[in-house]
């Protein structure tokens, strides 16, 4: 187990679910995170416990308002900020950032370089991973319910798919956010800045209409899993 970079500040609070958490410090400098040593961060219940309690390691950084209780991991160089709760039995690790006030539970599994954000509520046996952006009022809780695809498209970058409340969808692409209905309307604005050969420019276009198609595939599977 890698050794921890933080301590209790002796600071203790109750939290909406009843939960009593405890506020942490930084013990050593984490330059990957921008912290220093002696910097106060966020509540956690309890760390390096016998099973059942939350857990943190490695260069993992909470702070803010954020909270973690329940049989949570936070591991790697995860970091959790704002007013996010990460509780169940849920595990974070890896590059990923849970800001806002998002909500992470159940058997959730976030990883990799994941972006987490606004109301997001995660939870069931959900797995966000590689480079997905999440926000807003997003609602998932099963695996399915994110679709990450990428690099693709004149930017080279990743699109994101996920549910939302009330069954709808939002979807990602680089720096723009949409829907699946608004993509391609999206992609002929901007083509008319593209300097790239014809070739390059029909196989991005390609591109985004091949996940325009897997994403309404993939909603529609939502629809048919909520009516059953």
């Given at each position: 187990?890698?050794?921890?970079?933080?301590?209790?500040?002796?600071?203790?609070?109750?939290?909406?679910?009843?939960?009593?958490?405890?506020?942490?410090?930084?013990?050593?400098?984490?330059?990957?995170?921008?912290?220093?040593?002696?910097?106060?961060?966020?509540?956690?219940?309890?760390?390096?416990?016998?099973?059942?309690?939350?857990?943190?390691?490695?260069?993992?950084?909470?702070?803010?308002?954020?909270?973690?209780?329940?049989?949570?991991?936070?591991?790697?160089?995860?970091?959790?900020?704002?007013?996010?709760?990460?509780?169940?039995?849920?595990?974070?690790s890896g590059d990923a950032r849970i800001s806002g006030d998002a909500r992470i539970s159940g058997d959730a599994r976030i990883s990799g370089d994941a972006r987490i954000s606004g109301d997001a509520?995660?939870?069931?046996?959900?797995?966000?991973?590689?480079?997905?952006?999440?926000?807003?009022?997003?609602?998932?809780?099963?695996?399915?319910?994110?679709?990450?695809?990428?690099?693709?498209?004149?930017?080279?970058?990743?699109?994101?798919?996920?549910?939302?409340?009330?069954?709808?969808?939002?979807?990602?692409?680089?720096?723009?956010?949409?829907?699946?209905?608004?993509?391609?309307?999206?992609?002929?604005?901007?083509?008319?800045?593209?300097?790239?050969?014809?070739?390059?420019?029909?196989?991005?276009?390609?591109?985004?209409?091949?996940?325009?198609?897997?994403?309404?595939?993939t909603v529609v599977r939502w629809a048919e899993a909520e009516g059953q």
């Amino acid at each position: 187990m890698a050794e921890r970079s933080y301590e209790f500040t002796g600071i203790e609070k109750v939290n909406a679910w009843g939960i009593t958490v405890r506020q942490i410090r930084a013990t050593r400098d984490i330059p990957r995170h921008g912290v220093k040593a002696g910097e106060v961060g966020g509540w956690v219940e309890s760390a390096d416990l016998p099973s059942g309690d939350a857990r943190i390691f490695g260069d993992a950084w909470i702070f803010g308002d954020a909270q973690i209780f329940g049989d949570a991991r936070i591991f790697g160089d995860a970091r959790i900020s704002g007013d996010a709760w990460i509780f169940g039995d849920a595990w974070i690790s890896g590059d990923a950032r849970i800001s806002g006030d998002a909500r992470i539970s159940g058997d959730a599994r976030i990883s990799g370089d994941a972006r987490i954000s606004g109301d997001a509520q995660i939870s069931g046996d959900a797995r966000i991973s590689g480079d997905a952006q999440i926000s807003g009022d997003a609602q998932i809780d099963r695996a399915w319910q994110c679709l990450v695809v990428g690099p693709i498209g004149s930017e080279n970058v990743y699109a994101t798919l996920y549910r939302t409340a009330n069954g709808r969808h939002r979807l990602h692409v680089g720096c723009w956010e949409g829907t699946l209905g608004t993509l391609m309307a999206e992609v002929k604005r901007r083509r008319l800045r593209w300097t790239a050969d014809e070739a390059t420019q029909e196989l991005w276009v390609a591109q985004y209409r091949a996940l325009r198609r897997l994403g309404r595939a993939t909603v529609v599977r939502w629809a048919e899993a909520e009516g059953q």
